[in-house]
């Protein structure tokens, strides 16, 4: 699957020495249905990758068969969030690491840009003591062949570095979570004359 990605698009990944090989909670920003390929293909494979969203079955038949294929599904049901929080634990405490679109599962409108950040990675960091990873993706809004995707990966934040009363420390930590996700956004600037496969590449998971 690098190899299929590496022929329709152009991938660069920046700063791969900051991602720790002891299981992490990796936040990125949400685009499109490439972001979680682009970190589950490009990152280290291990600590294992799993991958907490919302059912897959409540968007698309292809999409359910790809993440049924590759196991690392940690479903997302709105009206459990409890249960949600549980799996998300035993991922972690069996060694894996997890991946969480903090923006709550609601594409991003603009490359660059960054929607408001729930507390759930932060409340998880705090519980579990494990870092969150942030990450910044630019170039999956719209993609076409030969896109220029970039994955930035910025240097872990240690729950330790939080002081006080759970709440406090969760929305500090979501705080600066925010922050350095919006650091390694640089936009997109890339306006070619010729889009091929635009239509097509872009919903191809939709």
Same mark, same amino acid.
């Given at each position: 699957m690098r190899v299929i990605f590496r022929l329709l698009f152009r991938v660069k990944v920046l700063g791969l020495r900051n991602v720790p090989s002891t299981p992490v909670i990796i936040c990125a920003n949400h685009l499109g249905w490439a972001d979680p390929f682009l970190l589950l293909l490009f990152l280290p494979v291990e600590p294992r990758i799993y991958v907490l969203g919302l059912d897959p079955t409540a968007i698309s038949e292809f999409r359910t068969h790809v993440v049924s294929t590759l196991e690392v599904m940690v479903a997302l049901d709105r009206d459990k969030p409890l249960k949600a929080l549980r799996a998300s634990e035993d991922v972690l405490k069996r060694g894996g690491s997890l991946l969480i679109f903090p923006e +709550? &599962? %609601? $594409? +991003? *409108?603009?490359? +660059?840009?960054?929607? @408001? $950040?729930?507390?759930? *990675? *932060?409340? $998880?960091?705090?519980?579990?003591?494990?870092? #969150?990873? !942030?990450? &910044? #993706? %630019? +170039?999956? /809004? @719209?993609?076409? $062949?030969?896109? %220029?995707? %970039?994955?930035? #990966?910025? /240097? !872990? #934040?240690?729950p330790a570095d939080f002081d006080g009363e759970m709440r406090p420390r969760m929305h500090a930590m979501t705080a600066r979570l925010s922050s350095e996700i919006k650091a390694l956004l640089p936009g997109d600037h890339e306006h070619p004359r010729f889009k091929p496969l635009n239509r097509f590449l872009t919903k191809l998971f939709i």
């Open positions: +709550g &599962g %609601t $594409l +991003g *409108a603009q490359e +660059g840009s960054l929607l @408001e $950040l729930q507390h759930g *990675a *932060a409340h $998880l960091s705090q519980v579990s003591r494990i870092p #969150i990873l !942030p990450v &910044g #993706i %630019t +170039g999956t /809004k @719209e993609l076409w $062949l030969r896109r %220029t995707l %970039t994955v930035r #990966i910025g /240097k !872990p #934040i240690q």
